[in-house]
């Protein structure tokens, strides 16, 4: 998780470059996801063309999203181009997504993502959401 830290470090270092603002950052619990028992049969599927999404890293990290966790664009159809997929030695393959609420809330996701021949399968999703609070925010520390 140090690289997770990092990357949090270097998104907050960001905002904060950007004007005198403190940023705060929640760190949601991961939720872990089982090894799907059925993976050969999603391999037919996906080969048969009925289930091509099993393909696609970034649609499968849209699927488990949608079907774990409570996200603000469940009734939005499924736009790859909102993901990005990475390689890393500590993590594997993962699935990245950001979300930044009206109120200027950062929420950012990743889905770690394993093969099975020519599908991918979920195996845990991490967030964490930040906010920034500039100092004219009616609700910066300073003021209170």
């Not at 270092?13 to 799907?36: F, M, R």
């Not at 990743?110 to 906010?131: A, L, N």
Request: aromatic share 12%.
């Amino acid at each position: 998780m140090a690289t997770s830290s990092a990357v949090r470090s270097a998104a907050c270092l960001l905002l904060l470059s950007a004007g005198c603002a403190e940023v705060y950052v929640l760190d949601l619990p991961d939720v872990n996801l089982e090894t799907p028992f059925d993976l050969r049969q999603r391999l037919d599927a996906y080969r048969s063309g009925a289930e091509r999404y099993h393909g696609d890293p970034k649609a499968v990290a849209d699927a488990s999203l949608r079907r774990e966790v409570d996200v603000p664009w469940k009734a939005e159809l499924f736009k790859p181009s909102q993901y990005q997929v990475h390689e890393s030695p500590e993590w594997g393959t993962y699935v990245v997504r950001g979300y930044v609420y009206p109120s200027g809330h950062l929420m950012r996701y990743r889905v770690k993502i394993r093969r099975f021949e020519e599908i991918w399968y979920p195996i845990q999703i991490s967030r964490y959401k930040m906010h920034e609070l500039s100092d004219d925010d009616k609700y910066h520390p300073a003021h209170h």
